[in-house]
């Protein structure tokens, strides 16, 4: 077989029977600004943590919506909570409460 230099990658479909809506949901309850990110990745461009780590609070967002809540919490492990994001966010979204929020309903 002739090696083209391209290969086949693994599904990147959402599962919705695993992904739990419920979790979300409190999490909405909890910090309703999730629902008005629109993932222009500010924050992840100012975070002094994501320079050395897999920290970005926009992928994390986005892998919650997706259902993976593994790769959200790893993605968030490594924040410091400085606030800088919070700080140049264009709307306003209270991110240090957001992923206190995220933490606290998904890692368990």
Known sequence: MVNFGFQLNTSSRVNLDKFDKQKYDRLI????????????GTCTS???AGKFTK???RKAILLLQNGDEKGAVENL???????????VCPRG?????LINNILKIYNK
Do not use: Q, W
């Not at 309850?29 to 222009?40: G, H, L, S, T, Y």
């Not at 492990?77 to 700080?87: E, W, Y």
């Open 55 to 57: 920290t970005s609070l």
């Open 77 to 87: 492990k490594g924040c410091m909570l400085c606030g800088k994001c919070t700080l």
């Open 29 to 40: 309850k909890a910090e309703p600004d999730v629902r008005i990110c629109m993932a222009c």
């Open 46 to 48: 100012t975070c002094a």
């Open 93 to 97: 979204i209270n991110t240090r409460n």
